[in-house]
């Protein structure tokens, strides 16, 4: 497995680790506020292949924040419920790799929550997946925000899906 890379919109093409340079470079900016750390993952069907998107938004509570993602493509080959679980599991990578970086940083950052948005809601055809996609999140010692809340999945990185 090679290196994780994403996307900044301002930075460009950027190695998960200096991405994650870049968000503690942000909070450093400004310490006095409370951050949040987002992980989102969307996905979109089209012309036989899926399109992965996972988001790393870094949230500045009040203030607005910076986000970067990753897009994979993949065979045209799950169900729905196949994608939700595989969104899920992509999110949780990418978190459980950020939350090891946080673990090794200075007290400063730390302590920043750490939160997964799930693309499924209570209503539609991925309500019967809410119970199960919140276990995994959680069961894993993470947040976990469904819609209308979870802007990580369902704005950020569906945005780059298209």
């Known amino acids: 497995m090679g290196k994780l890379f994403f996307i900044s919109p301002t930075q ?16 450093k900016e400004a310490p006095q506020y409370q951050y949040k750390l987002v992980v989102g993952t969307d996905s979109q069907s ?21 986000f970067f993602y ?10 729905l419920r196949q994608r939700i679980y595989y969104e899920t599991a992509k999110s ?21 929550d750490v939160e997964i948005h799930l693309d499924v809601g209570r209503h539609g055809s991925t ?19 469904i819609k209308p ?6 704005k950020v990185a569906d945005k780059y899906t298209k």
């Open 12 to 27: 460009g093409r950027l190695t998960l680790e200096e991405t994650f340079s870049s968000i503690i470079k942000y909070v």
């Open 46 to 66: 089209a012309e036989g292949r899926v399109q992965f998107v996972t988001a790393i938004i870094v949230y500045r509570v009040g203030k607005g924040g910076r």
């Open 70 to 79: 990753r897009r994979t493509r993949e065979p045209r080959s799950r169900s």
């Open 92 to 112: 949780l990578d990418v978190a459980s790799k950020i939350t090891h970086m946080l673990a090794e940083t200075e007290h400063l950052v730390e302590e920043m």
């Open 127 to 145: 309500s019967q997946m809410v119970k199960e996609v919140v276990g995994m999140v959680t069961g894993s010692g993470y947040g976990a925000k």
């Open 149 to 154: 809340d979870s802007y990580g999945a369902s």
